[in-house]
């Protein structure tokens, strides 16, 4: 173990390319087929329920506090009242199967079973270690889930872990910078590489109307110009957020060290490309600037 400072654009790095490996299911038919046996069936009510369900039967208020940018009346439409249909270790474990069939057809049984994914599962968990729970609620949740025994679920509970350790963090960062949830979604969105406003719309909840209104609040602020871009000032408040992100998420990559960052995000970068190649992602996801 190490805890040498690194530069910590190399842990952003990392987590971003562990975190398309994680995010592969929400958009996979497994996981939609596996939550429609159990009797889950909305696309919503399949995206609340597997993110929250390590958190328990929790109801609307928790989970619109740890997604955030979720419209509360949205989430309340479809929590708690998916725990009525299944119950949280049900939902887990049929995660943990769609997540299984998943990764296998976007990966190949061959780089399921390869060395270099027990490798990179190693140093994901290791990287996990460095992790805290203090005022990380989602990542906390999912650090009391076992670990898989599996090298390539063990890689993906690992990238979860580091995810919602650096998404919780973020979220620290966002209230800091004064953006609620839509108006950090605009900003994010601002900066082309945020989900397109018809994907907000249809996932989280807010319509056009609330979507302008944030627009107009940021113009305000001097963050957002006329045509909708971010000015200078909202760019240095992007950057500043995602550098204070970068510092409340340093302890896991300091823990793994500079040399294990470089290798772990070698290993996920080459995964990432795999499953991006496989058509993991719809085409139009990511806003185009």
Known sequence: MTTAAIDPRAG?????????????????????????DL??????????????????????GAVAATFYNYKYELVAEHVPAVWATATPEQVLAARARAVDATL????????????????AARLALRAAEGCSRSARPLYSAHADLPVPEEP??????????LREHRGDGHLAALMAAGLDGLEALVTHTATGKGIAPKWVFS???????EWDAAVDRL???G????????????????????????????APYEHLGAEGV?????????????????????ADLIAKR
């Not at 996932?203 to 109307?209: I, M």
């Not at 470089?262 to 719809?282: D, I, K, N, Y």
């Open 104 to 119: 296998r057809r976007l990966l190949g049984d061959e780089a399921v079973a390869s060395a270099e994914m027990a490798e």
């Open 219 to 221: 113009r305000e602020r």
């Open 223 to 250: 963050l957002l110009d006329a045509t909708g871009e971010l000015t200078e000032q909202g760019v240095a408040l992007r950057e500043g957020i995602e550098r204070e992100t970068d510092r409340l998420d340093r």
């Open 203 to 209: 996932t989280r909840g807010w319509s056009r109307e």
């Open 39 to 60: 009797g889950i069936t909305h696309p919503r009510a399949v995206n609340f329920a597997v993110r929250a369900a390590a958190l328990g039967p929790v109801g609307a």
């Open 12 to 36: 952003r790095r990392c987590h971003n390319v562990l975190n398309s490996l994680h995010s592969t299911h929400y958009f996979a038919p497994e996981l939609g087929k596996e939550l429609g």
């Open 262 to 282: 470089a290798r772990l995000t070698e290993l996920g970068t080459e995964f990432a490309r795999a499953v991006l190649g496989a058509g993991a992602f719809p």
């Open 152 to 161: 390539h679920l063990a890689y993906w509970h690992a990238a979860t872990l």
